[in-house]
């Protein structure tokens, strides 16, 4: 069974929050356009083994306008062999005219990582495999100044916890 922490639980509720206040909060749209492709994911790599998941892409045209650009976003959750909880949500958001661009980025996962040591002459035999729970959010608020121009604020915070 996967125990999920109280504030992943929060994260992820704020981050839907935050998606679905963007799409939904403006009573100025004329006509929503949003675009869900559902994709499967599985792979393998030495630290997860197998692992299967579900991707969804999102496009969002929400302005008819000749200069605003399409948004976009991504929910990627990943669930491996191991027992190991990867999730990680990420978009780019164009609002009227672009006058505004948001971007940013939420990621949580309970994974392993390897330890080589440092500088360059670590070998494979020094390997140390480590454990975290880790946490991610990104925060990009920019405002047009120009043609293709963005200037702004970012934000960014990193929390690694429980670490093994």
Known sequence: MIRVSIRFKTYALLHLFFISSILYASDTIKSEKIKVLP??????????????????LFTVDLYRDSVTRSSNAKLEF??????????????????REEKWFTKGRFHYSKYPDY??????????????????????????????????????????????????
Request: positive net charge.
């Open 39 to 56: 994709v499967p994911a599985f792979g393998y790599s030495p630290e997860t083994r197998t692992y299967i998941g579900a991707v969804a």
């Open 115 to 164: 330890y080589y040591g440092i500088g360059e002459n670590t070998t494979d035999s020094n390997k140390l495999t480590y454990n975290s729970n880790r946490f991610i959010v990104e925060v990009h608020g920019l405002k047009g100044v120009g043609r293709k121009l963005f200037m702004g604020l970012n934000v960014k915070y990193i929390n690694f916890q429980n670490i093994n």
């Open 78 to 95: 990943n669930y491996s062999w191991n027992k190991q909880v990867i999730f990680d949500s990420e978009w780019n958001y164009f609002f």
